[in-house]
């Protein structure tokens, strides 16, 4: 794929004006990201509706011009040189409110999980308890089948919908999403291009009071145990089979690294954080310090569970 040179902005930004899409330019990706890290992209789309994103996926297949998707940018590391593309925000704005048809919510997939598990608890509806504090968006939940606490998005999801490259919907059950431990078929290459725009979760009657009690519970111990304080992008390292890479990095002696602002939490050594400037470069060497070392003091090797983009 190519760059957005400038007479593909101008394009770009005529199709915008048409449409009524909106769009920034040369927005900070730091801006956009819970790691607060990220050079500017090209051009950042934000659509509000299924007709508008189908017409901005077009428009880059045709002027192949790279493009990403983006909801609440919690577990993304972009790269300091920005994005030379188009970034797609599905904000809590995009495709209409959250609807709830018996136990089942159906969400757009801008939504953050935090709403879904609020209207859930509301409704009185249990089964979401355990993504209430995960600070993501329905879409990049199901792309990455996001967990905590012993649940995860396989556990409640019914279906999730996907715009393709053609600007077809697409259903798809949770039978053939192919979730399992931070992975669903949007990662596999023949999905490249394929934008999340809705998932429906079912879930069961419950008492408000003891949901509510539960999402309290959660959040206490996130907050007790995790370094909500510092801008992160979550869980840095997925769970390496038969071990924990936080137990493993905190037995090499790594607590509290740094490369540049990026250091191993103190509080919690399976996040990397932003103690202030970090760039994407920090976060790189640090975590290929932390690999390089649990790698040769326990033999296991821990790979990352944050998105890098590019």
Request: aromatic letters at 8%; proline letters at 4%.
């Amino acid at each position: 794929m190519n760059c957005l040179n400038d007479l593909k902005k101008e394009k770009l930004s005529a199709l915008c004006k048409t449409e009524n899409i909106p769009v920034l330019w040369e927005e900070p990706m730091k801006e956009h990201t819970s790691f607060k890290i990220g050079g500017p992209v090209s051009a950042m789309c934000v659509p509000k509706d299924r007709a508008q994103l189908e017409k901005v996926i077009r428009f880059a297949q045709t002027q192949q011009v790279a493009m990403w998707y983006l909801g609440n940018g919690s577990n993304l590391l972009v790269s300091d040189d920005g994005l030379k593309g188009i970034v797609v925000l599905l904000d809590s704005d995009f495709d209409g409110e959250i609807v709830i048809e018996g136990t089942t919510l159906e969400v757009p997939a801008g939504k953050k999980l935090s709403a879904v598990c609020a209207d859930a608890c509301k409704a009185g509806f249990s089964g979401m308890e355990f993504a209430w504090g995960i600070p993501g968006s329905v879409g990049g939940a199901v792309y990455m089948n996001a967990g905590a606490y012993g649940g995860e998005m396989k556990d409640c999801l019914l279906w999730a919908e996907y715009l393709d490259r053609t600007g077809k919907v697409v259903r798809l059950t949770k039978e053939q999403l192919q979730l399992s431990y931070r992975h669903s078929c949007f990662m596999q290459p023949e999905y490249e291009g394929c934008c999340i725009i809705r998932a429906a979760f079912s879930l069961q009657e419950g008492q408000q009071e003891t949901i509510k009690a539960e999402m309290d519970r959660i959040l206490t111990q996130r907050k007790e145990k995790q370094p909500l304080e510092f801008p992160s992008a979550g869980s840095t390292f997925k769970r390496p089979q038969g071990a924990f890479a936080a137990q493993l990095i905190d037995s090499c002696g790594l607590r509290g690294l740094k490369v540049g602002g990026a250091q191993v939490s103190q509080k919690h050594t399976g996040f990397v954080i932003n103690s202030g400037d970090a760039t994407c470069r920090d976060v790189l060497e640090l975590t290929k310090q932390v690999r390089e070392c649990v790698k040769e003091k326990t033999g296991y090797e821990l790979e990352l569970e944050v998105r890098l983009l590019p």
